[in-house]
Every structure is written in structure tokens, then in C-alpha cells.
């Protein structure tokens, strides 16, 4: 079977014209039976690397995936796109169950979904070895490693797999990206003698920025401004802040709904669903929200405050943009949230603490950095971006500006450590260095040394922002109970002028670019945004009559594509982004009915 006759099954199932990057090299290790492992970052179409074979291969193929909610996604979108799939678990009714089964003894399913504990019960294992099945795919497979972020012990048992089908190929998918959960998902699973596909970590189409955080919900409501009519996920550290965030942000008017563990179940659902389904346009959540939502136009992910590693940064703002289209990553960050981490942590780990500590640190050093982000969060998964200005990250497109003289501010910081005997924390010294008539400062006559007011005229956040900056770089460290500063090997080279930091300040906004200037030029070029207004209220319309999801009938993307190409022909629609024979039969005319409304 060839590549070819795959790419005949992608346009006509799928409506997509092309592989994405690697996506040919995992399927045909499918096509091959050869074990895999296919490492695609959030929105790299891992899932397409085993559907579009499965179709063209004899038997049934077999994907194991976590959560039930996932599954039922998956199962409707190919229904959608005209693939026989199915599922079993434990929410379905004896005839549902009946009907997948029916579909499987007349050897019509091409998938079937499956949770693993289901898949390792006794008499499944029996029922599949008659079943003839093509391969196992295992989604999200980092939950195996217990190095992941995500360990599930019911995992654990896929080791058997191979045990109980040693002819039968395992392919394994995930996003998470360190060679060390790589190396333990081929381990776990017993592949032999695998083929890895490890693709590129970068996520082009994602607008990063890190901000200082000085007035929360302001922030947050900037951000939420330019996403008007939008979805996106806010995330914050603890249940209580979601809490408040939600409120607040009800308060103004948005359309939100709170998710955390906190909640009884049946609401946690409820908010979930009414995201999903776009009843409300923002979820404000911890992390616990996000495993298992598969919805594609996520618009925009803003932390409210900075998560506790690189690995879940990447995870978290990786829900956005699935679908290949821009969208926005703001996270703003605080030296409290690196304190409040760090309790968390001294408190509830043990045994990983000190790696714990180590990627709080790597995070924190990320947000105050001034290299570009997306070469940032490659270079921390291992790989190197070669691309000179990303256009896409606040660093690249000048959010942030490197101060005139870093030396001799550097220096002057510094000093002010020094006399103050190395004996206070930042924010004191920020206040000494602003000249501040604090009465704390002044019992102390700290008004009185050389370097008191030496930065009075610039705020308090920004001189806070230059000592965090060089404690990240290395010059400064904290330490003790107080958290104290003191000055480090590379903060004396400074001090002598034989090292210079690299010191940023924020650019004033009338200075700089407009954030969406440029960056979503493309995928707007010659869209009619009237027109995408209504495809999308149609979109949602059947998504309502038929109980699916808005973006398992279409994706932004396509829809995007419609109100560019205004098809009103059978022909014209198919060459849509996304549709395929299936996708035009059923809905080709309602779009097209609406294209000839507005533009007719
Ligand atoms: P992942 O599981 O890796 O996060 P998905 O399988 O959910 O990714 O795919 C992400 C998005 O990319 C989906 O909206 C999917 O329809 C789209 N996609 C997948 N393959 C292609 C392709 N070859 N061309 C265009 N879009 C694709």
C-alpha cells in the first residue's frame, strides 16, 4: 500500500490536500506493522497518523485513549468524515455497545476506542484475538511513564499488550517531548526494535508573551479584548483563584465558566460542555481542565499566573490553535508565584523536589529571559530553532527593549546590594534604589547612602523587573528565610565591568506594533468576515441540532476557507480546506445556501 493511495484517502475523507510534517513517515510505519513512536507537538495531527492507514489496512485498529470524553470527540468527528468508528465504555447503553459490536462481527468497524483498563480485562483481550485486529495505537502514551507529567497507573498494564498479540504492531503518540519519557514509553510497552518520529517542537502559529503581572484583571480583560466572540482558557494556580477570576470577569460580562476539581462533579461537567460547545466562550480553570478537549479554534490561553514547569507551559498553551491558525499565549507571571510554587512543592513533594525546584527555576528564568520564546521552549526540549525573528513572540516583535547603558544600571543595582549589607530582599531595595520615603527606609537612614534614589525616576515595577532580570541571569541570588539578596561570582565580574547582563524595559505601547499587525495576516487574507460571522452561526446551529461539538462539523479553518473561496457550487466546495465527500454531502448545501445569501 502506498503513500499515494493514502493521500487519495486524506482529500477524500478528510478534505486536506497534504501531510503534515511527519505525518507520512508515521503512517507508513503503520502501513510497514513496524512498532513506533510518534512524538508531534498539540496540533501536529497525530491523530490522522494511524486513522488514515487504518482505512487503507485489513482488520480492525485498535486505539487506546484515556478519557471517555476524548474518545467520543474522536468517534464523531470520523463519523463526520465518513469513517466507520466506534467505541466501547462505560457511559454507553447495552445497545450501543450491541451496535459496535454488530460492527465488528460483520467486520465493518476500521476503529475502535477503548480506555485501557477495558482493553486489559480478561474476556476483551479473548474477544479481540478473535477479532483480527490491524494495530494498537496508543494516544497520549506519556501517561505510561511515570517521568511524564500525566502518569495514569492503568497504563501501566499495556506492557501485556505485546505479550497477548506478538504479531501485532504498537504504535504509541504523545506531544510530551524529553528523551527520557520517549526512551520509557518504547521500555513500558515493550515495542520491538521501534521507529521514532520525533517531530519539531515549535508551534509557529502560537503568539507568545510573558508580562509582568501589576494589575491582574486588567490584564486579563486587555487580552480578552482583542478575542472578542472568541474561546480561550484562562488558567490559575489555585481552585480559589480560579474562583475569583471567574467572578470578577462575570462580573464585567464575559461569558465564563470556573472549572476546577473543587467543583462537584455534575457542575465541572456542565462548565466543560458548555465550553466545548461554545455556550460560553471562556473557561477559567487549574489544570486540571484540558486533558482530553480536543476543541481546535481555541483562540487564546492566558496564564494569570506562571505554571510550575516548561512541560506544563508547553502542554497548557498548547490547547490553543490546534487547527493551524493563530492564536494567542499570555502569561503573566509574578516572583510570588515562584514563592507560592515553591511552598507547594516544600510541602506536598518528596521524592522529585529537588527536580521539582530545578524546572520552577528553569521557568521563572524563561518568563524574565530575553531570548526569543519559541527558540526558548525548543532549545528546552532539545532541539534548536534556526529562524532569526519568530514575528510571533514578544521578544521578536519588540514588546520589550534592551535598556541604553545595562553596564552601568547593572552596576548601580548592585552597589545597592552591597550597602545594604546584602542583608535585604528585592523589593526593599527596589524602594531604596526609587528613593522611597518609606519609614522603614528612613529609621534605618537608608536615605542616606550613595546609592538611595539612584532609579527615582522610573516605577517600582520596573526596577523590580531589572533585579528579577539579574537574579535569572545569574548576578544575583536570594536566599534565607527573608529571601534575602547577595551578590554571586558573576554579579562581582559585573560590578568590575568585565561581564555585562542584558537588562530589558517594557516599550510604551504608543511605541510599539499593534499585536495582530502582521502576525494574522495570512490566515485572514481575503477571509469576508460578515460572511464568517454566519457560517459560524449555522455551524452552531447544526452543531445544536446534532449534538456535536461546533468544530467537528467544521473547523475555524474551514470556515475561514468558505467565506475566502464563497463556493456555490458542488465542485467549488470540495476544494474547501477540510471537507471531504462526506462533509460537502451533508452540509455543502446549507453553507453554500449562505454564501449565495450574503454575497448573491
Ligand atoms: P494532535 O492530536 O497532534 O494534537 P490532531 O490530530 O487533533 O492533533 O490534529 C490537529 C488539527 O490538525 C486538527 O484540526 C486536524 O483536523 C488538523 N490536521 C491533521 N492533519 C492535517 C493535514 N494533513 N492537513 C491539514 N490539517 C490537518
Known amino acids: 500500500m502506498s503513500i499515494d493511495a493514502l493521500k487519495d484517502i486524506l482529500q477524500r475523507h478528510w478534505g486536506f490536500k497534504d501531510f503534515l510534517p511527519l505525518q507520512d513517515e508515521a503512517a507508513q510505519s503503520v502501513l510497514e506493522g513496524r512498532d513506533s513512536v510518534v512524538v508531534l ?21 485498535v486505539v487506546v485513549s484515556p478519557l471517555i470524553s476524548l474518545m467520543k470527540d474522536q468517534v464523531d468527528s470520523l463519523k463526520e468524515s465518513g469513517v466507520t468508528a466506534g467505541c466501547v465504555n462505560s457511559s454507553m447503553s447495552a445497545a450501543e455497545r450491541r451496535a459496535v459490536h454488530e460492527l465488528i462481527i460483520a467486520r465493518k468497524l476500521k476503529l475502535l476506542y477503548v480506555a485501557p483498563e477495558r482493553l486489559l480485562a480478561d474476556r476483551f483481550i ?46 504509541a503518540y504523545t506531544a510530551t517531548a524529553t528523551e527520557q519519557v520517549r526512551a520509557d514509553i518504547a521500555a513500558q510497552l515493550k515495542l520491538s526494535d521501534p521507529v521514532f518520529h520525533v517531530g519539531s517542537f515549535d508551534r509557529p502559529n ?3 508573551r510573558m508580562v509582568r503581572r501589576t ?39 464575559y461569558s465564563v465558566r470556573p472549572y476546577h476539581a473543587g467543583l462537584p462533579d455534575e457542575e465541572r461537567k456542565r462548565n466543560q460542555e458548555a465550553f466545548i460547545n461554545e455556550d460560553a466562550e471562556i473557561i477559567v480553570a487549574t489544570i486540571a481542565f484540558g486533558m482530553g478537549i480536543d476543541k481546535s479554534n481555541v483562540r487564546f490561553v492566558i496564564h494569570a499566573a506562571m505554571p510550575k514547569s516548561l512541560e506544563h507551559y508547553q502542554q497548557e498553551s498548547g490547547r490553543a490553535g490546534r487547527d493551524g491558525l493563530e492564536a494567542e499565549c499570555v502569561l503573566l507571571f509574578s516572583y510570588e508565584d515562584y514563592r ?8 506536598s513533594e518528596t521524592v522529585a523536589r529537588e527536580a521539582s525546584i530545578k524546572k520552577l527555576g528553569e521557568i521563572h528564568a524563561f518568563c524574565e529571559g530575553a531570548e526569543c520564546r519559541h527558540k526558548a521552549i525548543s532549545r528546552y526540549f532539545g532541539q534548536e530553532l534556526e529562524r532569526a525573528n519568530c514575528a510571533a513572540c514578544d521578544i521578536c516583535l519588540k514588546f520589550l527593549k534592551e535598556v541604553d547603558d545595562p553596564l552601568i544600571l547593572a552596576q548601580k543595582i548592585l552597589s545597592c546590594v552591597i550597602r545594604l549589607k546584602e542583608n535585604f530582599g528585592a523589593h526593599y531595595t527596589a524602594q531604596v534604589l526609587r528613593g522611597s520615603r518609606d519609614k522603614k527606609i528612613l529609621n534605618r537612614r537608608h536615605d542616606e547612602l550613595s546609592t538611595y534614589g539612584l532609579l527615582s ?50 516599550v510604551k505601547k504608543k511605541e510599539r506594533k499593534r499585536i495582530r499587525s502582521g502576525f494574522d495576516l495570512d490566515s485572514w487574507e481575503g477571509v469576508d468576515r460578515d460572511l464568517f460571522e454566519r457560517l459560524r452561526e449555522l455551524r452552531l446551529k447544526i452543531s445544536k441540532d446534532k449534538g456535536v461539538p461546533p468544530y467537528v462539523v467544521f473547523s475555524d479553518a474551514s470556515l475561514r476557507d468558505i467565506a475566502r473561496r464563497k463556493p456555490v457550487t458542488r465542485e467549488g466546495f470540495l476544494t474547501v480546506h477540510g471537507v471531504g465527500q462526506t462533509k460537502s454531502a451533508q452540509y455543502g448545501e446549507a453553507f453554500m445556501g449562505i454564501v449565495r445569501e450574503v454575497c448573491g
Not at 227 to 232: K, V
Request: aromatic letters at 10%; a negative charge; hydrophobic letters at 35%.
Open 41 to 61: 507537538p498539540t496540533g501536529g495531527g497525530k491523530s490522522l497518523c494511524f486513522q488514515a492507514p487504518s482505512m487503507v489496512m485489513e482488520g480492525l485498529a
Open 126 to 171: 479473548d474477544y479481540l484475538k478473535r477479532a483480527r485486529v490491524s494495530f494498537f495505537a496508543v494516544d497520549e502514551a506519556h501517561c505510561i511513564s511515570s517521568w511524564g507529567h500525566d502518569f495514569r497507573p492503568e497504563y501501566r498494564g499495556l506492557s501485556a499488550l505485546k505479550k497477548e498479540f506478538p504479531k501485532t504492531a504498537v504504535h
Open 206 to 208: 502560537l503568539m507568545y
Open 215 to 253: 494589575d491582574e484583571i486588567g490584564q486579563v480583560c486587555e487580552v480578552l479584548e482583542r478575542h472578542r466572540n472568541e474561546s480561550g482558557i484562562i488558567y490559575c494556580i489555585r481552585r480559589k483563584d480560579v474562583d475569583f477570576l471567574a467572578e470578577r470577569l462575570v462580573e464585567k460580562g
Open 340 to 347: 507560592m510554587w515553591e511552598y507547594i512543592i516544600e510541602k
Open 457 to 506: 525616576e522610573f516605577d517600582i515595577r520596573t526596577v523590580r523587573g531589572w533585579i528579577e532580570q539579574l537574579i535569572s541571569q545569574g548576578c544575583l541570588q536570594r536566599s534565607g528565610e527573608y529571601k534575602t539578596l547577595s551578590l554571586t561570582d558573576e554579579g562581582r565580574q559585573v560590578i568590575r565591568g568585565r561581564e555585562t547582563p542584558h537588562l530589558l524595559e517594557p
